[in-house]
């Protein structure tokens, strides 16, 4: 048995203990045999008595010298990697990584054999396990890169989508609409009777479920958008609707008038980059079910119709103040220069009006001369001179139906637009309005953030004693100070997109004013021209006095037609019982 106390084993006769201490070993240089290890052992103690040496003596141990030999080739000395031994077995060096052939087929690793010989197919690269090569003969390079295998084209699908086709970046960001209101007809009874117009629209636009589609909207419908429109874009000139007539509203010409001003607003409401967009718009041209779902969008949003709307969005107050004030001279520019444009575009209006109804009482003249002349011819025994008379009557009815046309394009193609510029004025004012309420709005936020700091400083002079109310007010500072933010930049917004819109009014008003003029002198003209033909063809007739037969007219069968309401069938009415 083993002494644990004792550094080497002790013989079983022998009584003298003897200890060994090892020592570590220098490792042999590299181009030498391995050798074994020398120890030194400690000389045995003088101690020969029988007796066990006690644990208090202290062992003594002898220090061998260590030799050290150089290194070479090893920077690292000791540290670095040791050298093989000629008992070791030599590795072969590691083979390179090869680049894979077929980017999207997964070989399998060869074994180590495989990998270790270098196994390789006559082209160059490693031996394809899969037998590839051998079933696939349509590769006619093997000594290049492995080509796809070809892939069939697609089939159209049997089934057809309903979706719009694809366009492009512009037109998706810049959509076209093409809006028409049409069909006007009278519904309802005696107390609730309305007229109702059809909306057919055509658009680019990705936001609607159809490229065309078409909706039933009545006046107040209109009213609706163009107040909604103002609320949910406050600066922005809204184009308005033609106003509202409680006398003569069913009349064919105020109809016709009213429903080529609505088609109008449409279109210049489609037209313009950002009123396009709104929600409220896409509701109106598309929804089936209208009254309903405007009554459920108010219901959500109860505050919608009000044009404070948006600045009630921010939790600011919108304050009237006293009167305003412009700052800017731009601004106070421009509404100088609109209220002197709305007094001339009233006196043109007025003027206009004055010609239109000088051309109706023409036209009434005309009918009423026409009525006289065919009196005469009646009464007139020789043909010779009942003819040009009753020719004459012809041609002033003629006349009378030229001048009542002349004077419903006048109305329709510059008399409507000098009254929508005089509403699109209106417009602007009510943007200039929404303009100082958000002024007012500013400045109402700047007094309240004013209060706060001076409750603030009240309170931080009185030192730590209401910490809890210091707390509050700070908080309440903050508050203040975010809704002045909210409003300068509100403010200072409007006044941008104002410049803008009235920018685009000044460009659209020479456009649609170039445009209204010149077909207002094109109508002039082709009136003028209908007149002339018919006066000449009328002279050509007197002059061939030789033939008898030129104002020949074959009798006219009496009918039971009724009798009209113009001038010329009264006139006719009184002539036939005349003579009766």
């Known amino acids: 048995m083993e002494d644990p106390w004792a550094d080497s084993a002790i013989g079983g006769e022998s009584n003298n203990s003897s200890s060994t201490v090892p020592q570590s070993d220098d490792t042999a240089p590299a181009d030498s045999t391995a050798a074994p290890s020398t120890s030194s052992t400690l000389t045995p103690s003088t101690n020969t008595s029988s007796s066990r040496p006690s644990r208090l003596t202290p062992r003594r141990l002898v220090a061998q010298p260590t ?104 037109q998706a960001a810049n959509p076209t609409f093409h809006i028409s209101v049409g069909d006007p007809h009278k519904v309802g009874d005696l ?17 609607y479920k159809q490229p065309e589609f078409e909706v039933k909207r009545r006046y ?98 919108v304050g009237s103040g006293n009167k305003f004030v412009e700052q800017d001279d731009w601004f106070h520019d421009r509404r100088v220069y609109l209220d002197a444009l709305e007094n001339q575009l009233k006196g043109l209006l007025k003027a206009m009006d004055s010609m239109v109804a000088q051309r109706k009482a023409m036209a009434e003249a005309a009918g009423e001369f026409s009525a006289s002349l065919h009196a005469l011819s009646t009464v007139e025994l020789s043909p010779t001179l009942s003819g040009p008379l009753d020719a004459l009557s012809e041609l002033q009815l003629t006349i009378r139906d030229v001048y009542d046309r002349q004077a419903q394009q006048d109305v329709l193609t510059f008399g409507i637009i000098i009254e929508e510029y005089i509403r699109l004025i ?57 809704k002045v933010h909210q409003a300068r930049l509100l403010f200072e917004d409007m006044g941008r997109l104002m410049r803008a819109e009235l920018d685009r009014f000044e460009r659209e008003k020479v456009e649609d004013f170039k445009s209204g003029v010149e077909t207002f002198l094109e109508s002039a003209v082709e009136a003028q021209k209908e007149l002339i033909e018919k006066w000449e063809t009328f002279l050509m007739q007197l002059d061939a006095e030789d033939d008898e037969t030129v104002f020949y007219r074959p009798p006219v069968v009496q009918t039971n037609k009724p009798a009209g309401d113009t001038a010329v069938d009264r006139a006719r009415a009184r002539i036939d019982d005349d003579s009766d």
């Open 426 to 482: 209106g417009s602007v004012k009510q943007a200039f309005s929404q303009r100082q309420k958000a002024f007012y709005s500013w400045h109402s936020a700047e007094s309240e953030l004013q209060k706060r700091k001076a409750s603030q400083d009240k309170l931080l002079r009185q030192g730590k004693s209401q910490q809890d109310r210091l707390n509050q007010v700070n908080a309440e500072v903050a508050d203040a100070e975010r």
């Open 191 to 207: 107390t609730s009777s309305h007229i109702v117009y059809s909306v057919r629209t055509k658009t680019t636009s990705k936001a």
């Open 220 to 317: 107040r419908d209109f009213l609706w958008l163009y107040n909604t429109l103002h609320a949910n874009n406050p600066g922005v000139v809204v184009p308005p609707p033609p106003e509202k007539q409680a006398v003569g509203r069913f009349e064919s010409n105020f109809v016709e008038a009213r429903r080529a001003a609505l088609e109008k607003m449409l279109n210049k409401t489609a037209a313009h980059p950002t009123l396009q967009h709104d929600a409220d718009l896409k509701l109106f041209l598309e929804s089936e079910a209208f009254n309903i779902d405007v009554k459920n969008k108010e219901r959500k949003e109860p505050h919608l119709g009000e044009s404070k709307g948006m600045l009630s969005t921010f939790g600011i107050s």
């Open 67 to 170: 030799r050290l030999e150089a290194v070479e080739d090893d920077p690292l000395g000791p540290l670095g990697a040791s050298t093989p031994t000629a008992t070791d077995t030599p590795l072969a060096p590691p083979q390179p990584p090869l680049k894979e052939q077929l980017p999207l087929r997964t070989t399998l690793s060869g074994g180590p054999n495989q990998i270790g010989s270098g196994a390789r197919r006559p082209g160059g690269g490693l031996s394809d396990p899969h037998r590839i090569e051998e079933e696939e003969p349509y590769n006619d390079n093997p000594s290049g890169p492995r080509q796809p295998p070809p892939v069939p084209p697609a089939l159209p699908s049997p089934v057809r989508t309903s979706m719009q086709p694809s366009v492009s970046i512009e």
